[in-house]
Each structure stands twice: as structure tokens, then as C-alpha cells.
């Protein structure tokens, strides 16, 4: 049975989710997070964003050089115990937009990739994505 815990950490984690993926950027984002939330990554594009509001608002830009960016959610668990929501999704996108590290290649990827997502008083304080960054950014003709 579900606790009330656990549902409100499950809505949060999917509203922020839902929201960074649509790439609303940090306004959108940060309602869900704490002041300072920050973020980490082992994946070479993401090395140098240390806050998830970096990480949301490079999310808006990805959406822009992808126009058609979408996501398709796998799986979503709420481990209560330790305050902590896992996503796992497929990420679709071709680049079309301007901008970016390469004029528009018209390539896509879809790639794998998990958030998990630790909280504090409700809000997310932190997120690690989990992603193999090289094997997008090869497949999107950027490597």
C-alpha cells in the first residue's frame, strides 16, 4: 500500500520529470526542487553542471537544437525508505535546430537514460542522471 510519503514523492519526481523533459527550463523546474539542488553526471557534456537549475536549463536548450525531442518513460519506483525516485526513459530526438555544437546534422538518437532523483523536505535537493553520452552524441553525428 502506498503512504502518503510516498505518493507526494512520486508526484513531485514526475512533475519535475514531466517538466525538465518538455524543456521548460528552471522556472518551470523549480518548484519541485530545493533552493540549491544539485546535480551530477559521468557523461561528458554534463561534467560541468554542478546544480540541477544548469541541468534544466540545459535541457531547454537541447529541446531547441531538437524540436522534436520525446521521451518514452519505462519505469518510475519511489524508494520511500531512502527519499529517493529512479525514472528510467528512452530519449528520441533528431537535430534539427540551429545551434548547438554542429550545424544541424538531421541525425537522431535514441538513447537511454535514468534520473535519480534524492529528496529533502519534499522538494529534490538532488539528481544524478545516468546516460552513455558518447554513444548519443555519436549517433546525432556530434562525435
Known amino acids: 500500500m502506498t503512504t502518503a510519503t510516498e505518493a507526494t514523492l512520486t508526484q513531485t519526481a514526475h512533475a519535475f ?17 530545493t533552493l540549491n539542488a544539485s546535480f551530477s ?8 553542471l554542478k546544480t540541477l537549475a544548469q541541468y534544466a536549463d540545459w535541457m ?6 531538437m524540436p522534436d525531442a520525446r521521451y ?17 526513459a528512452v530519449f528520441h ?19 537511454d537514460y535514468v534520473y535519480v532523483m534524492q529528496f529533502e523536505g519534499g522538494k529534490i535537493a538532488h539528481m544524478t ?11 546525432l553525428g556530434w562525435a
Open 17 to 33: 520529470f514531466e517538466a525538465c523533459e518538455a524543456g521548460k527550463g528552471w522556472d518551470a523546474c523549480s518548484p519541485y526542487c
Open 41 to 48: 553526471a559521468q557523461a561528458e557534456p554534463l561534467l560541468d
Open 60 to 65: 531547454k536548450g537541447m529541446t531547441g537544437l
Open 72 to 88: 518514452d518513460l519505462k519505469a518510475f519506483a519511489t524508494d520511500a525508505e531512502r527519499n529517493t525516485v529512479v525514472a528510467y
Open 93 to 111: 530526438a533528431t537535430h534539427t535546430g540551429e545551434g548547438g555544437p554542429v550545424p544541424p546534422t538531421g541525425r537522431s538518437t535514441s538513447t
Open 129 to 139: 542522471k545516468i546516460w552513455n553520452a558518447g554513444y548519443a552524441m555519436r549517433e
